[in-house]
């Protein structure tokens, strides 16, 4: 019966990575590309697995077709490309284009979880093994790209996820470059790290970015070289150099790696709803803090991410009893 009832999709289970592929038979891209077939070893769904990769449902980076295809670009080390993945029948189905179609195709098992080990999670609660079960193909993507992580995550730096995700496509939009390929309408690779540096205030301003995350983003990508050499290291590691940027801290460098690296064990902390979230899901406390929510997560030790994306997924959170938080535009001012 796993899988067979889909929960529908929340503000909470949409942090989780859920993002809805439509079931369908997918069709061969028009335009030739490079191709390659793969079969994973387990159940595997596409919208869980690649979900954390989308920025908002306007991400000019990703697109998740009625067909049950889901494109995404990336700027690689070769060059740009665009990817297309399907799966039917038990096969996953690449189709890749531009310079880093290549690339692309390589790493596709590790963007679709291969280097992942669902089997290495034991659930200690309920709530969580009910998560686990209704979830078969959850499996943690490996992107081994930094930056396209790294900068989406600076710029939902100490806002709402709506003001971050306006300011990501239109800064995307703007500067980026059109996406490689027969893609869908408007989709776009993002701007290299010398894009990203000559982008003026003005742009900034009107794309609601506040000065403090601006200039994160510039130093980042003045060492951006140094920082995609990050994926090489173990997690850890790897935060231990992105947190050398000012302005870098171990919210936005778990959320990275999160992605880049598949890192099972970094689990975000100094989130504003993710502590009280686990608490009340494993120990009815809304009012859970950091240090609690590490404590709750002990017997995840290893696996605490994975642990923290299934108590997103299960949909189970606190009642509200304030406000949203504010939404302030910049650009405005």
């Known amino acids: ?49 690649l979900g954390p990769l989308r920025r908002g449902p306007g991400d000019p980076t990703f697109r998740a077709m009625p067909d049950g295809s889901v494109w995404r670009t990336s700027r690689t080390p070769a060059g740009p490309g665009t990817l297309r993945v399907a799966a039917y029948g038990g096969e996953v189905r690449g189709e890749a284009w531009g310079p880093g179609a290549e690339w692309l195709l390589e790493r596709l098992p590790g963007l679709l979880g291969a280097e992942d080990d669902p089997s290495a999670f034991a659930p ?11 979830r078969p193909g ?70 609601g970015v506040d000065n403090k995350r601006a200039s994160t983003i510039l130093r980042a990508v003045r060492v951006a070289a140094r920082l995609e050499q990050a994926v090489g290291m173990e997690p850890a590691a790897a935060q231990a150099r992105l ?54 997560l002990e017997p995840y030790a290893g696996q605490r991410h994975r642990a923290a994306r299934l108590i997103l997924l299960s949909g189970r959170t606190p009642p509200r009893r304030v406000p949203k938080m504010p939404k302030w535009d910049i650009g405005l001012l």
Do not use: N
């Not at 289970?13 to 590309?33: I, L, N, S, Y």
């Not at 200690?124 to 209704?134: G, T």
């Open 138 to 207: 959850l499996r943690l993507t490996r992107t081994g790209l930094v930056m396209e992580s790294l900068i989406p995550s600076i710029l939902e730096q100490k806002v709402t996820t709506d003001e971050a995700y306006r300011a990501w496509r239109l800064l995307v939009r703007k500067f980026g470059e059109p996406a490689p390929g027969p893609a869908p309408e408007r989709m776009c690779v993002v701007p290299e790290p010398r894009a990203w540096a000559l982008i003026p205030s003005w742009e900034w301003h009107r794309a």
């Open 124 to 134: 200690r609660h309920r709530l969580v093994a009910l998560a686990r079960h209704r």
């Open 1 to 49: 019966m796993a899988g067979r009832f889909a929960p529908r999709p929340t503000r909470t289970t949409v942090r989780g990575g859920h993002v809805p592929v439509p079931p369908g038979v997918p069709r061969q891209a028009a335009g030739p590309g490079r191709v390659r077939a793969w079969v994973p070893d387990g159940p595997l769904d596409l919208g869980l697995v």
């Open 243 to 296: 947190e050398v940027v000012p302005g870098v801290g171990p919210w936005t460098s778990a959320e990275t790696v999160q992605r880049s690296h598949g890192a099972p064990d970094a689990v975000t902390v100094g989130d504003l709803h993710l502590p009280g979230i686990v608490g009340w899901a494993l120990a009815g406390d809304r009012d859970a803090d950091d240090a609690l929510m590490l404590e709750l």
